[in-house]
């Protein structure tokens, strides 16, 4: 292969690796990171009215 190509392919495959690491932060952060407030028990909608 010539020296364009491998060059081309470098970057192909670096931008590759930096999505995919984006993508495994945004997952991670998502899974760990801060969890809205769980409804109590019975309170799926707030209180219920007569």
């Not at 060059?7 to 945004?26: G, K, S, Y």
């Given at each position: 292969m010539n020296d364009t190509m491998d060059?081309?392919?470098?970057?192909?495959?670096?931008?590759?690796?930096?999505?995919?690491?984006?993508?495994?932060?945004?997952v991670g952060a998502r899974l760990y990171g801060p969890q809205p407030a769980r409804p109590e028990a019975g309170m799926a909608d707030g209180a219920r009215t007569p």
């Open positions: 060059r081309w392919i470098q970057r192909v495959t670096l931008a590759a690796m930096i999505a995919v690491a984006a993508a495994l932060l945004t």
